[in-house]
């Protein structure tokens, strides 16, 4: 059971490409969601989806975009990748929306903005 | 905007020695979940309270959360390295997870 997969697990990218991060889980989940950790700021929840062909934004969407065309995927999008995106992203998924449930997270992707 | 405060930010220890994390908001949450993430990987769900005044122990960690569920504390009792790691609070409302900074905890054999 592979749980919450993220592909790639690294990327170099220059400033103004574009780039897209792929989540996949396989436990049919409902509940999707993309964050972005750095150093000294814990996670900050960049876009979510309630499900298939939802989505919605967090605390941090600016600069991103967001697609769940299928339920078992979620997909990050940088259009124009800046510095400021250089981090490290992760996916998590939940079965549900009740905040009892754990969330179940990936190994993320480590993401360099040169 | 919700925000999770947690202290302290770093902490080495030795070996056998006893810690508290504490996390802690402003705001009630329905739900208070701790992690676990260690280097390269995803954070992993160590527990989640939901009741004001719930304890919940998982071997020689106890869990908190505070009466008016809008705090919690982790209490480590006799650290091993093998509990080396970075700890994370997260308060649940409205779907979605609020996360504190964390604590980066190092036990020195």
């Known amino acids: 059971n592979a749980g919450v997969t993220q592909t790639p697990k690294f990327r170099v990218l220059k400033t103004g490409q574009s780039m897209t991060l792929l989540c996949a889980q396989d436990?049919?989940?409902?509940?999707m969601y993309w964050y972005r950790q750095d150093p000294g700021m814990g996670l900050r929840l960049i876009h979510y989806?309630?499900?298939?062909?939802?989505?919605a934004k967090g605390e941090v969407p600016d600069g991103y975009n967001v697609s769940r065309l299928k339920k078992q995927n979620f997909l990050l999008g940088l259009e124009s990748a800046a510095p400021s995106q250089t981090s490290v992203y992760f996916c998590?998924?939940?079965?549900?929306?009740?905040?009892?449930?754990?969330?179940?997270f990936g190994d993320g992707t480590r993401l360099s903005i040169l | 905007t919700q925000l999770l405060e947690q202290s302290p930010q770093f902490l080495s220890i030795q070996e056998g020695e006893n810690l508290t994390v504490y996390c802690n908001s402003s705001?009630?949450?329905?739900?208070l979940q701790w992690y676990r993430q260690e280097p390269g990987e995803g954070p992993v769900l160590l527990v989640t309270?939901?009741?004001?005044?719930e304890v919940k122990k998982l071997k020689r960690l106890t869990f908190q959360f505070g009466d008016a569920r809008k705090d919690s504390s982790l209490h480590i009792t006799a650290a091993q390295p093998g509990d080396t790691g970075l700890y994370l609070c997260?308060?649940?409302?409205?779907?979605?997870?609020?996360f504190g900074k964390g604590t980066l905890l190092t036990v020195n054999p």
């Open positions: 998590a998924s939940r079965q549900t929306g009740i905040s009892n449930q754990p969330q179940h």
């Open positions: 436990m049919n989940h409902e509940y």
């Open positions: 989806s309630v499900g298939e062909g939802t989505t």
């Open positions: 705001s009630v949450f329905s739900s």
């Open positions: 309270v939901v009741t004001g005044g």
């Open positions: 997260a308060g649940g409302s409205n779907y979605k997870l609020t």
